[in-house]
């Protein structure tokens, strides 16, 4: 059974920065896509960034130049790391992993495209 469990999230001012961290595990889709999302109250839900089994990756356009999506293979981890957070950042943040091929496109992931889920982890920031 694939688990995954975020951490890293929190409380910081416009401007600061955190990490999010994701533990994967009974994961072993051949072709593994790894992605971040984002829920705000009152929105659906949005891809943020995703990476995939050989490195490549997409984020949504209101992040690119903010974000980073990375991953730990030996330590099965994936981190998203956060810098000059707004408001408007604000969400609970999960991490999906894929069941079935999955072709990352410019704009960030699509979130019917994954099947496995962790719980999130709430980031506010504030003004």
């Known amino acids: 059974q694939v688990h995954l469990v975020e951490s890293g999230g929190g409380s910081v001012q416009a401007g600061g920065s955190l990490r999010l961290s994701c533990a994967i595990s009974?994961?072993?889709?051949?072709?593994?896509?790894l992605g971040w999302f984002r829920q705000a109250p009152g929105k659906s839900r949005e891809g943020v960034a995703a990476?995939?089994?050989?490195?490549?990756?997409s984020y949504e356009d209101s992040v690119k130049d903010r974000f980073t999506i990375s991953q730990d293979n030996a330590k099965n981890t994936l981190y998203l790391q956060m810098n000059n957070l707004n408001p408007e950042d604000t969400a609970i943040y999960y991490c999906?992993?894929?069941?079935?091929?999955?072709?990352?496109?410019?704009?960030?992931?699509?979130?019917?495209?994954?099947?496995?889920w962790g719980q999130g982890t709430q980031v506010t920031v504030s003004s």
């Open positions: 999906a992993a894929n069941a079935d091929y999955v072709y990352l496109v410019a704009g960030g992931p699509k979130p019917h495209e994954y099947a496995h």
């Open positions: 990476i995939d089994w050989v490195g490549r990756t």
């Open positions: 009974g994961y072993t889709y051949h072709e593994p896509v």
